[in-house]
């Protein structure tokens, strides 16, 4: 696999032209109590205060304002039971189009209001991959609607690499970046878009050791499965994609890896310290930052907070 | 009582000049889930995300940072358990002087541990109002240490009010803004320097029905003490002073109340729908635009989020 010329600084800036009205540009924050706990110079990108409560906004609306009037009529459809199931949500009512979004029945009751909320009724399906993807089929098949991929997709990608322009503008000074990745939709765009701009800066990528696929993907040339979908950090279950593997591969200069406990430890003191809400997939680069302090101490370190749609009842039952 | 010459539109912006290098400008963020579940159009000034967790950060450094050098020589001193006392033993740390900081002998651990965090070791106390003034009173004597009161002092007052100056700047529009009011000084701080800078803007203060001093006494045009003292907005539970109230008396536009159950709500509302951290004091002024949200529909309401120092273990057994 060869990186594409799809995925560029140009075609992320022209994303970010294009999203600009749809989108929050977040603020970049950090909390003295955080690096005092911490002995480290830490800031935020809080994309858990953008709409829908992450970053993928950002794709879904690059998406949907990337599709010709001919395509838009047919509406878009993708299978989701996370923060993209909303964020197509949102997207298509931004632009007036139907979005089909596709859901296992067992899905919990906040997933489903987050999709409700911008007048979706999702249609249910099995809780397994293969249901899942027959459903989103059948409905394409059957109304023309455009697949909208959750982060395999280059407008998604282009989209989630708007976060890095924003970090540039931002920051003046940064050492390093730390990405939560999964799907590595939001770290192949911020890989893209930061190094273009700052060939100098590390890029890191942050990984639940129970879903190291990436990591494995990385180290072996070629696209891992992961072995368990058990992770608190459920937004990180997913392998990486044919467009975004080449480009972290190529770019990404280095992968770290979490504990569950210390993701559930970062989660807390992010909350309690950063006063910042955030859910447990966007807590795996602080918990990465901490478990390998030795290397940060003394850089400026940057972290996106991807979400935060934290399921505050489960996850202080934790304890 | 007459209203001070001492705290006017110009000293307040003398506070912020003095204070810049030593306090957040800490951003102003909306949440689309929360106007969507509200019905509302609400802007959030998040002190919660200033140094120790709250706006009392920027009170007491220009307080500090006003002592001449024979004054700060002697140190200051001052009785508190809550986020004054982190803020005052910050503001002496960065100026390289004594704090004397008098708490109950029974004060949670997490507050003690906010001042130790500044190199301050607490002077404890019994745990009654009598005993925490002739301590204080005690070290003032034996050392000379200036005496800095967490509300009731124009210098406290006036660095609560650059809050206010810096939303003029950071909001465009602004129908109305909603202050907490405990104490008085972010409410009689901002009074002055909002309406100094927008007569035309409505300020509205909020506070807890269990504490509902400032409502009796502006209605009533003098001080009056609480009743009782258990609200959960445990930052709200001190009477109005001498140099907050006629403020607060000739410039407040109304005083909304809130009950207990109103705040608790608000409190998470605000951590689940907007994912920041808040206190139940200050979700206050979230709880009373909730409660009488027809007053505000269709107006741009700014909220100042007083601090973030959520108690998260009392807080979530709540339910």
Redesign the interface.
Known sequence: MNRTTEITLESVQSAHRRIADYV?RT?V?????LN?STGLDLAFKCE??Q???AFKARGACNAVFSLSDEEAARGVVAHSSGNHAAALSRAAQLRGIVAHVVMPHNSRVNKIDAVR?FGVEPVFCEPNAKSRQATADQIAADTGAVPIHPYDDPRVICGAGTVGLELHEQLEQIDAVVIPVGGGGLLSGCLVSLKSLRPELRIIAAEPAWADDAYRSWKSDSIQMPTRYDTIADGLRTPLGHWTFPIIRDLVDDILLATEEQIAAATRQM??E?????EPSSAVPLACVIANSDTFRGQRVAIVLSG?NLD?TTF?MLD
């Open positions: 929050i603020p924050v950090s909390s003295s109590r005092h858990n205060l709409h829908v409560g909320r909350i309690e950063a006063k910042l809400v955030i935060g505050f202080f």
